[in-house]
Every structure is written in C-alpha cells, then in structure tokens.
C-alpha cells in the first residue's frame, strides 16, 4: 500500500467511531500492535524530547528503506506512535520526505492534542522526517 | 457565604460544556482559577471607560485610573495586612517577584561563598532565579530535604543555617503534594540569626488569611492569577527597611526621580520597582478579587476547601491501586496521586475526554518527582466552587480510566 492508501485506512478505522472513548479504546489497541524497539536502543539517543510522556524511536536503515520501531510509557502515546510507523515505516527516505500526513488532522488528532500533547506528535513527525532527511544525504552522497 | 449555586453563578466559565457536550468539572486550580464576573467586568470596565496610562498625564482619565491603581494597592495591603503601601510593589507575578528580588538582592547582598536555603519542595520559580543569582555571585544554593510524607526536615534546616546565610526562601504551600509549611518556625529560626525569609505565597494566599505582619516574613510574593484575579498581575511585598536598601531590578519609565546622562537617581518605593507601563487594568482587575474573596470570608472559603479536601481524599484512598503523593500532616487544597501501572499522561487524556480538568506532569517542580522517583502526577487541584458532586465525577472518571487502560 502506499502511504496516502495507508492513510485512508486509518481514516475509515477511525470514521467508524464518533465518541472519543472508542477512538482511544482504538489507539490503546494500536499501540500493542506497535513493533517494539529493542530494549537496547531505549536510550537518551532515540528519546524523542517535547513530549509529555517518553518515546523512543529507532530506525533501521536498509540501503534502500526505513524501518521504525518506538515505544513509549504512556499506552495513548504508543497508539500515537504506532499510527505515525504504520503511515511511514518501511517507506523510503524520498516517500517520507515527501509524504503529506492528512490523515492527524482527518481523524482529529491534532485538534483534540492540546499544544503541549500535540508538539509531542509534532516532535515524533519532525524526528522521523529527520531520519530520512539524513538517510536520504548518505544515499545521494554514495 | 453563599450557598454553592449562588457562589458557582458568580464564575461564568463554570457552566460552559467541553469536548462533546461535557460540563466542565474544573480540578486544575493550582494552575490558574477561574474569574468570577466582577473582576470580568471590572477589566472591561477600565478598557471602556477609563483606559489612560498612570502617574503621566494631567488629563481627566489619567487621574481616574492613576487612583485606581493606587486603590489596588491600598486593598493589596489590607488584604495581607501589610504596615504600608510603599511595602507593595506590583509585578507581573509570582515569578517575575522572585527573578526581581533574586536580582536586586543578590548585587546588594550577596558576595562568593555565601549560602541561601530553599527547600525540596519549591516549584521552578522559586528555584532557577537562586540558581541564576548564585551563578552570577559565586554562591551557594541549599536545600531543605523533605521526609516520605512530603513535610520539610527542620532539624536540617536548622543545621543548614550560618553565618553564611544571606536568605531563606521557602514556598507556604506546595504545589504538588499540598504540604503546608511550618513558616512561623522556620521565619522565627532565620531572625535568630539575622537572616530574612521570603515566603512564596503562589499557592497560599487564596486559601486562607494571610498576615505577613504576625507572619513577620521579610518578602512575601504571590499572583493575581491564581487568587481569582486577571494573568500578568502579580505582588511583591516587602519590609521598607529592605526594599530601601535594594537596587532596582529594571530601568525605564515611572521608576526615575531624575534623568541624565551621566546619572539617574531612583523613585521613591514603590515605584523604584515599578517601571515601565504597569499592569494597571490587572491591578484594578485583583482588587476586585480581593473584594470579592472578602465578601465570601477567608475563613469560610478555608473551611470549605478543607472538607472538600477530606471528602476527595476519603474518595480517591478508596480506589484501589491508587496512590496519593504527599501525606502531610498539614496539609491543603490539592490531591496529588498516581494510579498502579497507569501513566499519568493516558490518565488525563482520558479524564479531559469526561470533562475533568486535571494537571498532569512534574507541575514544574521536577525534584519532588526526583525525591519519590516518579516521572510525574496527576493532580486534582480543588477550591471553594468545587462541589461534591464533581469529586464523585472524579473518582467516576479515575474508575473508568482503570477500566480502559488496565
């Protein structure tokens, strides 16, 4: 699937539901799904900053694509962080940098993030870009 | 005082509805309180009817908020009991008092080596500008430590008082476990050896009387905002003898006698500390607050915070797997607790979606979290116009999280 075919998935999951209890009874179901990071790579290294709780996030660079694996102590946070690797785990350097995430606005994370809680997914999505921004350098500099 | 729906029909806020329809059950008072309508209407009423900068002009509207202002500090003194008004100086808030007076009394006061005492349990503001001030200076920053049940140690802090000792600077409440400090003792044991004490009033004065004279503190600061009144006005009080002596900490406007270019002299108190454009529209905007507190009665309003405070304590203690952080023997106003294997952030997620307003975090005082090796709390901060019935929406709230993330 593509990360736009990605995102309507997760928009239609979402749609199914109008109160915000199912939609975190939802992200709370997302985040044991999350591909777990290795628990040596929960270091300040990968700890993402500016959010509430801890993330980490690792990624895994296979020459040609980006795997990610996250956790987090918070569970609404894991469901958070799992979305965003489902949108854009296993996706090249050049798909994530050019990727426009609809999908946070559409199934009304942003809005319903107050600034705080929101800067947090905005961190994870500034983080991962950067990541690819980087693979995406030593690709063009091999 | 007033029955309950009279005094919950006097802050409109109250009765709004948030996220899909829920009313708004407000338990993050420890942040900011909420405005009863007379000090809405009072701001508005200085913007549409007598808006003109103070102590400048000759002119008709000048005078008018001039002596508004002046009225202000005038209630701000009797209201804490201050012997005169040069004593109050107005700021921008708790903070902006303590990063002031950090300032002026670090370059009269403080040389290489000299000590000054806070405790654990102080929040970033009355932590950082000591930390500032101490790096500027070459001085030294000491630390009451605080037992399990979140009280301060005061045999250490009797053995942290000497000759090096320049101040003591202690909150009167805390503002993550609610411990009330024993500030008669503490104020009493610094004077024995000359030494000042500040008192950082941001979570005490809105719960009960507060007399700095019988308190004897030599600074007492606090803000407008969270004793009902608007943002960005705050106090700070101050024994004449000492302000005297202090520098300012800004330049500019109001606070001058005398201009040149080769020296300025200073204003008389309070306004040596004043400069600039003042908050007055805040300052007008508190003495209504001050006003409106008083008319419900400062014991009254106590009163009903303390069995408010019993009844969420009794409530929440009963919810298993809940903890409570801060068992002081005396203590007020707020409930700081953690539910097991549950993180503090999905808690109040989840508690926002019902409507309840709860802080989550460190409540910017990291080393009381350090102290209990948490990474943070929920915390249900509670007033006079919290009712019953929202403490059982609470423990209701606290219910359903369990079921959801458990």
Partial sequence: MTINEVQDKIIDEFSMFDDWMDKYSLLIDLGKELPVIDPKFKTKDFLIEGCQSKVWLHPYYDGNKITFTAD???????GIVGLLIKVLSDRTPEEILSADLYFIEKIGLRQNLS????????SMVRQIKLYAMAYDAIKNNL | MKNINEIRAD????????????PLVYFDNGATTQKPKCVIDTVSEVYATYNANIHRGVHFLSDMSSEAYENAREKIRSFINAGKKEEVVFTSGTTGSINGLAFSFGERFIKPGDEIIISYLEHHANIVPWQMMCERKGAILRVIPINDAGEI??????????????LVSVTQVSNVLGTVLP?????AAAHSVNVPVLVDGAQGIQHGIVDVKAMDCDFYVFSGHKIYGPAGIGVLYGKENLLSELPPFQGGG?????????????????????????????????????????????EEIAERENELLSYATERLSAIEGLKIYGNATRKISLISFLLKGIH????????DKLGIAVRTGTHCAQPVMDRYG????IRASICFYNTKEEIDILTSGIEKVKQMLE
Avoid: C, W
């Avoid at chain 1, 987090?72 to 894991?78: C, F, M, P, Y």
């Avoid at chain 2, 140690?153 to 320049?166: G, Q």
């Avoid at chain 2, 503090?344 to 508690?351: F, K, P, S, T, V």
């Fill in chain 2, 153 to 166: 140690i005061m045999a250490e802090y009797l053995r942290m008082l000497s000759p090096k000792t320049r």
């Fill in chain 2, 183 to 187: 500030l008669n003792e503490i104020i």
């Fill in chain 1, 72 to 78: 987090s102590d918070a569970i609404i946070t894991r």
């Fill in chain 2, 11 to 22: 802050f409109p806020i109250l009765s709004r509805k948030v996220n899909n329809d829920m």
């Fill in chain 1, 115 to 122: 600034p705080t809680r929101s800067n947090g997914l905005l």
């Fill in chain 2, 254 to 298: 109001d606070m001058v006698e005398k201009v040149t270019f080769e020296k300025t002299t200073y204003n008389v108190l309070p306004f040596k500390f004043e400069a600039g454009t003042m908050n007055y529209p805040g300052a007008i905007g508190l003495m209504s607050a001050l006003d409106y507190i008083s008319s419900l009665g400062r």
């Fill in chain 2, 374 to 377: 948490i990474s943070g709390t």
């Fill in chain 2, 344 to 351: 503090q952030y999905d808690a109040g997620m989840i508690l």
